[in-house]
């Protein structure tokens, strides 16, 4: 038996349970992997909530982690057992001591990466690779707004953006927040708590505003990031945290500049294994390089996942969070 997180109705974390659950051998085509480390993030609450559906209920939860191949399903050509392996998207249950997924979901790890610096970075910098290198490609010089820019994602945004060379305003909630994303590399940062966000871009970038505004927020800063968005830039909103953004007048984006908004997820451009695997390798080469350090903020047993959810939603959180099975 292997224990995981399972829940059977949408709420708080409170509705997280462990459970014990049968090691099931792979079917053709997965791989099983015994997880060493889990990564915590916002999309999870997401599924769990019910702003996500699940496929169906009872339902695992947790996309990304990191492991050894135990057992490998028919067909499979790419892997073996022994294998050090990673992956961030893929089917729900990552939240246990062993999970089964389609090969095509994995890659495969460094050894210069541990178990832990994996799960921590895996969903949080290819997410960040495919924001700032394919839905827009940030440029040395351009100057860009990111929110939540001391969180996981905005922590490897803020030290991506500088390797490329580009000017990062990081949006964040408190000045011990903003000197973190401010070590990592943000520019120039903007706490939201005392300070007017579209004033301070406009001051900050002679009132030209942004090309490009990243928004992990959603309903509380759409209006906001917006604002910031300079004539004929985009919006590039591709998270939830506050709610969703719903009721959008396209009429809008003409009265503010002729803008662009895009909703992207990771899994609509990691979408074969031949291009995720190339997204990771130039990911583990940002960390090789000493461009991007892997930054574990908090760790919880498996079995404290619930309490890790709540402060993740509290915001109590800096850089990124695993659990350990």
Known sequence: MSQRIQFSQHGGPEVLEQVDAPVAAPGAGEVRVRNHAIGLNFIDTYFRGGLYVPPSLPSGLGTEGAGEIE??????TDFQVGDRVAYATGPLGAYGEHHSLPARHLVKLPDSISYEQAAAV?????????????????KAGETVLFHAAAGGVGSIACQWAKAI?????????????????KSLGAWATIDRSQEDIVQRVLELTDGKKCPVVYDSVGKSSWETSLDCVAPRGLLVSFGNASGAVTGVN????????SLYVTRPVLAGYADTAERLRAM???????IASGKIKVEIGQRYALSDAAEAQRQLSAGKTTGSTILLP
């Not at 990771?280 to 940002?286: G, V």
């Open 122 to 138: 895996m969903l949080k910098g290819l997410t960040t690779q495919y924001l700032l290198r394919q839905v827009y490609q940030l």
């Open 71 to 76: 057992a490998v399903g028919e067909g499979v």
């Open 165 to 181: 060379g580009a000017q990062l305003i990081g949006v964040v909630g408190s000045a011990e927040k903003a000197e973190r994303a």
């Open 280 to 286: 990771a390798t130039e990911l583990f080469d940002m």
């Open 250 to 257: 396209l009429g809008v984006l003409a009265q503010k500049g």
